[in-house]
């Protein structure tokens, strides 16, 4: 009876639907979609992005073909990726060597330039590249929710070749028992994988390289750079920049707990706290010097070093604000994603498993972890793969300073151009934060920006501004509105364009 009554009621309300032509609540299906479809022209890519490609690249060497991968049997992927090549290769040439990385490289689509070469790591420490791939930046995606993989239209690919890399070892596919210290180990790992690499496909040996890569990544980027720029021969490629995505670079209580409560403040809405905890956060946000941080430190130019808070570079005792707004975002939003804070229930499915702030299989096996796809791209069919690594990569930790108080201005003095991208939805690392680390280090001469950055400074083509930029001496800084942390997944087209910057293939960032 009851159920015959609900079903009458949805009757009258589908006839109301059906019927009245002017009511707002109305589903009009084909009104809305024309609004959707011409919304989506203003992110469509500005083809061509560079100039048509010559030719395809072959490889001389016969071993290439060993890892050569058809485009057309990628499982699950219902058109022509396109050839790549993928598998293992060792961090050095030692007969007896066992530590071994997995990669994937592209060559570019058909408007990519022939010229360059990007290299793509994702962080963690131990996550691996080939979420980036898949969810990022890669020339097929099956994101969150995504019901089947789809071309993307903003693959690093449509710029030049593309490699990702799960390292160091320990992340992914990788062989080997992890053994490094610091992060000069792991560049000289890199370095070691990057010359066996350049062994078997030998036609890119003398690319432009660009190094990219997010969060934990804004760590390894600079020390693999300033490894490259520090030992000239090493590697036979002509590296010209880094681009870092919402990148660890210094002190936790800078990214995370110093700008937490204003940027709580910002998003008000969002985080719905009750008043009586707002009043708690600023109370403390008081005693613990970082409620007027911002106003008082954070000028361009800076008057001088910026001073941490307190006496901790994490937290000092009662000043933890981070993980007490975790703890109540998750109260009143059990989907609270610390890398995008706009997500709420449900938590969408996830082939690789990571949908959010905690990993969570909805299905078994993952994507990465199918017998099928392993044996496709030649990945060890006995490694159960994870998106971020059971292992510890660092067995004793990484006794390396944060990049921005070491080898980040060096490596920006060397570089053609360097980029630091950071999403301003994003809460694991904040963007307020990155302006704090970057007024703080001096590169070229100075201290900080000497320029305040100006709103509404970031313009995407066709579509307008989509956040802030602001370069100076050679250092070139983008705030990405309504994108979490892994900006290539949340704002596409946002991160392509920033890499066409750094590229120089466009002049104005
Ligand atoms: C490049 O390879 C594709 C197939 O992979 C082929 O269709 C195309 O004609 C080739 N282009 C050139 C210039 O060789
Ligand atoms: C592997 O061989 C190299 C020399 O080729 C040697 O220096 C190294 O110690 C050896 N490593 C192991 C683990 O045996
Ligand atoms: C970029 O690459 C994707 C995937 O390969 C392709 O579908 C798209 O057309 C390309 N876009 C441009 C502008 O070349
Ligand atoms: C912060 O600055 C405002 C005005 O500039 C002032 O009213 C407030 O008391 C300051 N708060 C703290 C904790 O210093
Ligand atoms: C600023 O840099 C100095 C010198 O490297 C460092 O001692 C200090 O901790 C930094 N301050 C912040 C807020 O990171
Ligand atoms: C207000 O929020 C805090 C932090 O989540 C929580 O502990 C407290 O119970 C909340 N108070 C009310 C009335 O909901
Ligand atoms: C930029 O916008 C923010 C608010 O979004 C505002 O507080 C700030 O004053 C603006 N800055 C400038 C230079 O106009």
Same mark, same amino acid.
């Given at each position: ?15 109301? =639907? ?74 050095? *040439? ?23 070469? +990007? =290299? ?24 969150? *929710? ?23 070892? *320990? ?172 997500? $709420? ?15 969570? %299989? ?14 496709? +791209? ?51 690392? +904040? ?32 579509? *307008?501004?989509?956040? $802030? ?11 990405? %509105? ?15 364009? $920033? ?11």
């Amino acid at each position: 009876m009851f159920s015959a009554r609900v079903l009458l009621i949805f009757f009258g309300i589908a006839t109301v =639907f059906l019927t009245s032509g002017t009511d707002a609540r109305q589903i009009r299906k084909k009104e809305l979609h024309a609004r959707q479809l011409e919304a989506a022209k203003r992110w469509q890519p500005s083809a061509p992005v560079r100039r048509a490609a010559p030719k395809n690249i072959t490889f001389s060497n016969p071993r290439a073909s060993e890892f050569f991968v058809d485009g057309k049997s990628i499982p699950e992927v219902d058109f022509d990726v396109g050839p790549s090549w993928s598998g293992l290769l060792p961090i050095s *040439g030692n007969k007896n060597e066992t530590r071994k990385l997995f990669f994937w490289f592209f060559p570019p689509g058909p408007q990519g330039s022939l010229d360059d070469l +990007i =290299f793509w790591t994702n962080g963690g420490p131990g996550c691996s590249s080939l979420e980036g791939l898949l969810q990022e930046n890669g020339p097929f995606s099956w994101s969150w *929710g995504q019901a089947k993989p789809t071309p993307n239209e903003f693959s690093w690919t449509n710029l030049s070749s593309v490699l990702w890399v799960e390292q160091p070892v *320990g992340t992914g596919f990788s062989q080997g028992t992890p053994n490094i210290k610091n992060e000069d180990d792991l560049a000289a790992q890199l370095v070691g994988f990057m010359q066996q690499f350049l062994e078997v496909f030998s036609e890119l040996k003398n690319k432009k390289l660009y190094v990219s890569g997010e969060s934990y990544a804004g760590t390894y980027v600079p020390y693999i750079a300033n490894y490259i720029y520090e030992h000239p021969g090493a590697l036979e490629l002509d590296l010209q920049g880094i681009w870092i995505a919402d990148p660890s670079l210094s002190w936790d209580v800078v990214q995370t707990q110093i700008p937490a409560v204003d940027f709580v403040h910002k998003y008000e809405n969002v985080f719905s706290f009750n008043q009586t905890f707002m009043a708690q956060l600023d109370k403390i946000a008081a005693t613990c010097n970082y409620a007027n941080y911002t106003k008082q430190h954070l000028t361009y130019p800076p008057t001088g070093l910026l001073p941490l808070p307190g006496k901790s570079t994490s937290a000092d005792r009662g000043c933890d604000v981070w993980d007490m707004i975790f703890d109540a975002a998750l109260l009143v939003n059990p989907a609270f994603n610390i890398y995008r804070i706009f997500d $709420t229930f449900p938590i969408l499915w996830d082939v690789l498993g990571f949908p959010g702030s905690f990993p969570q %299989e909805q299905i078994s096996p993952l994507y990465f972890d199918r017998a099928d796809v392993k044996k496709v +791209i030649h990945a060890p069919a006995n490694v159960q793969w994870d998106e971020c690594s059971n292992v510890n990569v660092f067995p004793h930790g990484d006794a390396s300073l944060p990049s921005a108080l070491s080898v980040l201005p060096n490596v920006i003095q060397k570089s053609q151009r360097t980029v630091i991208v950071h999403g301003l939805a994003d809460f694991i690392l +904040i963007a307020e934060g990155t302006r704090i680390v970057i007024q703080n280090m001096t590169w070229n001469g100075l201290q900080g920006f000497q320029t305040p950055i100006a709103n509404d400074s970031f313009i995407v083509d066709g579509v *307008g501004s989509l956040g $802030t930029s602001h370069s100076e001496r050679g250092l070139t800084f983008f705030e990405v %509105e309504l994108s979490g942390h892994m900006i290539p997944q949340f704002s596409p087209k946002a991160a392509f364009q $920033t890499m066409q910057y750094l590229m120089g293939f466009r002049q104005n960032p």
